[in-house]
């Protein structure tokens, strides 16, 4: 494990403590980078697919849009009955009010914890379609790019992923940021006629000087979505008494399904919450003229009132009423000027990572990092094995004492505080690499490590 230099040791000198420090932060860049490297490649292409949800969903909605109409829009109440229906058992979780007035209705039903849309026409009361939510092409994309398909763990894994590409971004910009360049070249355009090399190195560098701070704007504001940091956010205000009654963004989606399935495990369709009619509801929804699109969800379990919410992509635009289940009269109105000052940092920066804050501009901002986070793997990759020797891994050496100084002691450690899960991970690696790996020959041969001093 490493060691903090100890003050009554001879200080070294201003150029031995930098070449230490580039040394250091290079061998964490490797590992980092050599964790990080499929998973960056994984995220970044879902990540680039996600940007596009408006276009993409409207896209497949496209059927169901621009209906003809056979007579009046049945009321809304009856379209919820045929949805509830086609699903026995199921109680009402959302109503979509449609974009246009020949538009399908979208309608969410749950049970169990299972939400399904039911696509109803609005004069016929057919059933044009119905899908699990989680089995549309989105909810897919956003599964993996959030979970891996593997629930909770892959959520950890994620996590991980991004605590390590932290510091991957963070010791990328300090070990290639230009101390004698003379120029641009190599630094921001690169040299490509000077050889493989040269052309592979600045390919890398300038990529990494142009998106590591998009990169690292992208990885921090997806840090609410978390298990262990995100629930660890939630603490925090907790304590602090800067918390809300609800947010806009959620951890676990297992945790959600539970949720849901309780909130709405004893409402049928002679629940207390449809003493106010939904067709009411709906009108007064429709009057509101909130950004769309607009979600109507009854009463539950956990919630006494009827909600109307707009879930504009960009966030500051999102207004939610919440009406009376009694007569219908609108309770609360929360807009985005409305909510802790917490919330609207965290809700602008979750609108930049789905590229809805600014429109296309963002989007293409999001999917140029993108590009720019796969190409500094695949040169990285390249590099690598054009550099590592036959039979080992290729790892910079270590520093031959494997002592730090106080300064760089406490930066790693207010690392491992902020990102807790890369805290916990550092910890047993070092662990790992002083019981085991640095005293087994192959290993140590292999990761280029120090014999330890004995136990």
């Not at 979505?225 to 806009?248: C, E, H, P």
Request: with cysteine.
């Amino acid at each position: 494990m490493t060691d903090i230099a100890s003050p009554l040791q001879s200080a070294p000198s201003v150029p031995e403590k930098r070449a230490r420090l580039y040394r250091m932060l290079w061998r964490w860049h490797f590992y980092a980078g050599l964790f990080c490297i499929p998973f960056i490649i994984l995220l970044s292409i879902t990540g680039s697919l996600y940007l596009f949800k408006p276009q993409i969903e409207a896209a497949l909605d496209r059927p169901y849009n621009n209906l003809v109409l056979t007579g009046p829009t049945a009321p809304v109440s009856q379209q919820v009955k045929v949805a509830t229906a086609q699903i026995e058992g199921s109680s009402l979780k959302s109503y979509r009010l449609p974009d246009g007035p020949t538009d399908a209705a979208q309608i969410l039903v749950t049970k169990g914890g299972v939400d399904t849309i039911v696509y109803v026409h609005p004069t016929s009361l057919e059933v044009l379609k119905t899908i699990p939510r989680e089995e549309r092409l989105m909810a897919i994309v956003r599964t993996i790019h959030g979970e891996l398909l593997m629930g909770d763990n892959g959520s950890l894994i994620v996590e991980l992923a991004a605590s390590w590409a932290i510091v991957m971004v963070v010791t990328g910009l300090y070990l290639l940021w230009p101390r004698t360049a003379q120029g641009v070249r190599g630094v921001l355009i690169p040299r490509l006629t000077a050889g493989p090399k040269i052309f592979w190195r600045d390919l890398h560098a300038v990529t990494g000087m142009w998106v590591s701070f998009f990169a690292i704007f992208l990885l921090i504001t997806g840090l609410p979505w978390t298990n262990v940091w995100g629930k660890g956010f939630d603490m925090v205000r907790d304590l602090t008494g800067t918390a809300a009654i609800s947010k806009d963004w959620t951890q676990s989606r297992a945790a959600e399904r539970a949720a849901t399935a309780e909130a709405f495990a004893h409402h049928g369709h002679d629940a207390p919450y449809y003493v106010a009619n939904v067709d009411d509801i709906a009108a007064s929804a429709r009057a509101a003229r909130l950004a769309p699109p607009v979600s109507i969800t009854p009463p539950n379990a956990k919630n006494p009132h009827w909600m109307a919410r707009s879930m504009a992509g960009d966030r500051i635009s999102r207004v939610e009423i919440a009406f009376s289940a009694q007569d219908g009269s609108e309770v609360r109105r929360e807009g985005f000027g409305d909510k802790h000052v917490i919330d609207q940092a965290v809700g602008i920066g979750i609108a930049a990572h789905e590229g809805q804050l600014f429109g296309p501009l963002n989007q293409a901002l999001g999917v140029l990092t993108a590009l720019g986070l796969v190409v500094l793997s695949v040169s990285a990759f390249v590099m690598w094995r054009k550099r590592a020797p036959s039979g080992v891994l290729g790892a910079p050496p270590p520093i031959p004492d494997q002592k730090i100084g106080v300064g760089i002691g406490l930066l790693i450690l207010a690392f491992a505080l902020f990102l807790p899960v890369l805290g916990a991970c550092l910890f047993l690696i070092a662990l790992l690499e002083r019981l085991i790996l640095s005293r087994l020959p192959i290993t140590r041969r292999f990761l280029g490590l120090t014999q330890p001093a004995p136990l």
